[in-house]
DNA sequence: CTGGTGCGTCGAAGCGCTTCGATGACATTA
DNA sequence: TAATGTCATCGAAGCGCTTCGACGCACCAG
C-alpha cells in the first residue's frame, strides 16, 4: 500500500505539504503543489479511508436505509435509492445501504463512527427510528413525515397540496363528482403519513370548491381495484372523474373503466398521482401530478449536506407538486 | 464520544485487556470479561470504525455495485441487493451501494481501503470493471458469468442447465417442436451472458434429443411479445410449447397466446425461467425455472466471506436451476 | 527450594492521516 | 538597518484502536 509517506518522499516535501496540497486547506506554492501532486499520480496513491475518518472526524459516507422488502413499490424505492447515491458523489460521499428493519444498525452506524448523516426512507408517523436517531450526533434525513420531526430534517412531496391540485385540475374542467381512489387499508391506518395528507388535501378542497367528493381506499391487486371502482360508482353515480393515488392498481383501475363501458376521458377523467414514467407508461398516457422520486432523495442528501458543513438547523421541505396535462382528463361531460 | 480508554478507566484495566476481552483473541480470565462487559455497556461504548480498520486493516464492509437504472428488471435487481445486505450482516458486514457506472468507485472504495471485498452485479462478457478488480488486493465476486474469470469469484445460476431442465420436462411431456422466446437484441448481443448460455443450453438440448428448435429474441414490450409469437407461429407452426425466458415480456406472451386463441396448456405448454414469485403472480401459475437472485445475492457474499478469511482461492459456483411444475404445462396435444 | 510452564494482563508501538503551532525566507516599512 | 509582516513549509501531536512482546504470578515437577 502506498502512504501519504512515500508521496512526501517522492515529492521531497514533508507529510504535512502533501496533506495540504490535497486537501487545499493552506496555500501551498504552485510548483510544491505540482510535484505533490505528480508522485500522487505515479505511485497511485489514495488516502487510507479509516486513517482519514479517524484524524479528521469525516467519514465521507452516507447511510441510507431503505425498504428492501421485495414488494410492489420497488420502482420508486430503486428512484429514491438512485437519487440519494448519485446526488451523494456530488458531495464526495458514498452510500451505506441498510435495510429497514436493521434497527441495531443505526446505533452500529452513527454511534460507530462510520456515517457523517442518516437519510431514513419510508418513514412513519410514529417511527420506532426517531428516538435512535435524536441522540445520534449526525444530522439525519428523513423521506416521509412523521408526527414529530423535532430535531430532524425532513423531505416530502407536498401531498395536500398534490390533491389540491388534482381536485384544481377537475373542477376547472366542470367536474362537480370527483372521487379519490387511494392506498389500501394498512398504508393508511399505520404507516407512512402521506395517504393521510392525500386524503386530507382532497377533503379540503373539494369541501371548499363545493364539489361531491368521495375517497375509498384500494387495495393493491386487481381483485382490489375492481372493487374499489365498483364502490365508486355504488356510492357516487354520476361521478365524471377520478383521482388514483394507487400506482400498482392503477392499471387495474383504467381496465375495469373500460369493462364498465366508461371511455377515458370522454365519460370520465383520470388523474393518476404517481412517478412520470408510471403515468406515461400506461396505455393512454395519463394527466398526473408526479411522484419525484429520485429529486425527493437528492433533495435528502442536499439537506444532509447542508447540515454537515454549516450551522444549518433541522428544517422540513414539502416539495411542490407539478402536474401534467395528457390524454385521460377532458371537460366534464354535459 | 466515549473510547476504549473511558472503557478500560471504568473497569480498572488496561486498554488491551479491554480489546482482548471484546475480541476474544486472547484468554481474559471470567470476571475481567465481566467487568470489561458492565463497563461497555453502561458507558455505551462502541468502536470507532476508523480506528479499527485503521489497526486491524479490516473495514467490516462489502462494495456492492449495482445497475441503479430504473428499468424494467428492478424486482430481479432488489432481490440480489436484499441477498446481498441480508447475508453480509450474518458476517457482521455493512454493504457500501455504488453504481454500475461508477467505475472510479472501484478504485476509490477499494484502493482506498474502504472496504474488505467486492460485489459486482450483472456482470457483462468483456466486463470494464475486471482489469480495475483484478489490481485490487480485495477479493471480489461477481455476478455473472464473464469470458475469462481468472483470478474473480463468480456465481450465477447455470443457465445451460435451465434450458436443458426445461427441454426436458416439455419432452417428457411428449412435446416435439419448441420455441424458446428470450432476451433482447441487445442484451444478447453485448451485455451479460445469461442469454446466450440460455440459448446454447437451448440449442444443444433440442438437438440431441432431435426436437425441432426455434428460438425468437423479444424485445421487453407489449409489441415485442406480439411480434415474437407471431414469428414463433409463423417458423414453426406446429409448435406445441415455449419456453420464456423475458421476465418482462411474459404478461405479454400468455395475453398475446390467448388472443391467438391458443389455451394454455391444452393448446401449448409453457415454461418460463424467471423468479419464483413472477411465475405464480400470474394469471396462471406458471410451470417455471426459478430465478433465485436473493440466493445468488446471498451465495455472492458467502464467497466473499470464504476468501476473506481463508486461503480459498477464486472459484466460479453454477448454481442447479430448478424447475417447479405448476399449471401451465401439460402433454403435447395429440 | 528451584526452575520451568502457562495463564492473564499490561505497556507501547504503530496503523495513515489531519491539523496546530512554529520556523525560516523574503519583502516591506519606518 | 532593524522591526514587522507574509507566505510556504515543516515537525509533532494525536485521532482510537489492535497486536506483539514482556511480565508477574501461581502452580507443578524434580
Redesign the pocket.
Known amino acids: ?1 502506498t ?3 512515500d508521496v512526501a518522499r517522492a515529492a521531497g ?5 502533501v ?2 496540497a ?2 487545499g ?5 504552485a ?2 503543489r505540482a510535484r505533490v501532486e505528480r508522485a500522487v499520480r505515479e505511485l497511485g496513491y489514495r ?2 479511508a479509516g ?2 475518518a ?3 472526524q469525516r467519514t465521507n459516507v452516507l447511510a441510507l436505509m431503505a425498504p428492501l422488502r421485495v414488494d410492489v413499490n420497488v420502482g420508486v424505492i430503486m428512484q429514491f435509492v438512485t437519487g440519494v447515491v448519485t446526488r451523494a458523489r456530488d458531495f464526495e460521499h458514498d452510500v451505506l445501504l441498510l435495510t429497514q428493519d436493521d434497527l441495531a444498525g443505526v446505533d452500529r452506524v452513527a454511534a460507530g463512527s462510520m456515517v457523517d448523516a442518516l437519510i431514513m426512507m419510508d418513514v412513519e408517523a410514529e417511527d420506532p427510528r426517531l428516538p435512535l436517531l435524536r441522540r445520534q450526533k449526525q444530522p439525519a434525513v428523513l423521506i416521509g413525515l412523521p408526527r414529530d420531526p423535532q430535531g430532524l430534517s425532513c423531505v416530502d412531496l407536498d401531498f395536500e397540496a398534490a390533491a389540491r391540485l388534482a381536485v384544481d385540475h377537475l373542477a376547472d374542467l366542470g367536474h362537480r363528482q370527483i372521487a379519490l381512489v387511494g392506498s389500501p387499508h394498512l398504508v393508511l391506518e399505520r404507516r407512512t403519513t402521506y395517504a393521510q395528507r392525500m386524503v386530507h388535501g382532497f377533503t379540503t378542497e373539494t369541501a371548499r370548491r363545493g364539489i361531491a367528493g368521495l375517497f375509498v381506499p384500494c387495495e393493491s391487486s386487481h381483485a382490489g381495484a375492481v372493487d374499489a371502482v365498483d364502490r365508486v360508482f355504488d356510492q357516487l353515480p354520476d361521478v365524471t372523474a377520478l383521482i388514483v393515488h394507487n400506482e400498482v392498481a392503477l392499471p387495474a383501475v383504467l381496465a375495469t373503466l373500460r369493462e364498465r363501458g366508461k371511455e377515458v376521458p370522454r365519460d370520465i377523467s383520470v388523474v393518476a398521482v404517481c412517478p412520470e414514467d408510471v403515468a406515461v407508461g400506461q396505455p393512454q398516457p395519463l394527466t398526473a401530478v408526479d411522484i419525484p422520486a429520485m429529486t425527493i432523495g437528492s433533495v435528502a442528501v442536499d439537506m444532509a449536506a447542508a447540515r454537515l458543513d454549516g450551522d444549518h438547523p433541522a428544517e422540513t421541505r414539502l416539495l411542490s407538486p407539478v402536474l401534467t396535462g395528457r390524454e385521460s382528463s377532458g371537460p366534464a361531460p354535459a
Open positions: 500500500m502512504t501519504i509517506d516535501v514533508s507529510v504535512s505539504t496533506s495540504y490535497l486537501s486547506k493552506r496555500p501551498i506554492s510548483p510544491t488516502p487510507h486513517a482519514r479517524l484524524a479528521s
